[in-house]
């Protein structure tokens, strides 16, 4: 047994591809923590980094793939702060508790 048979090769890209969804779901956990928890989210944010990094380097997203991926989750976390923010503000108004 060697170990060539326990090691995976990533081959190299062969279309753009698109958005790199685990850069853009760490970027969206970090952006909403962020806004919430403040400095206590910021740990989130190197966990963002180091996530696009590791997709460009195991060789399956380019850097701009990995970008764009953190501007998808970036606008993710933007919407989902003002959907529960108008939600929030709803539930004031109408007197729930």
């Known amino acids: ?17 698109t958005a790199s969804s685990h850069a853009a779901n760490m970027a969206g956990v970090a952006a909403v923590l962020c806004y919430y928890f403040k400095w206590w989210g910021t740990p989130w944010v190197l966990v963002a980094i180091i996530t696009g990094l590791a997709r460009v380097y195991v060789g399956v997203h380019y850097p701009s793939q990995v970008l764009l991926g953190y501007l998808c989750g970036l606008l993710s976390a933007l919407i989902v702060i003002r959907t529960w923010g108008a939600f929030v503000k709803t539930r004031e108004v109408s007197g729930a508790e």
Do not use: F, K
């Open 1 to 17: 047994v060697q170990l060539d048979d326990y090691i995976l090769y990533v081959g190299r890209l062969d279309s753009y591809g």
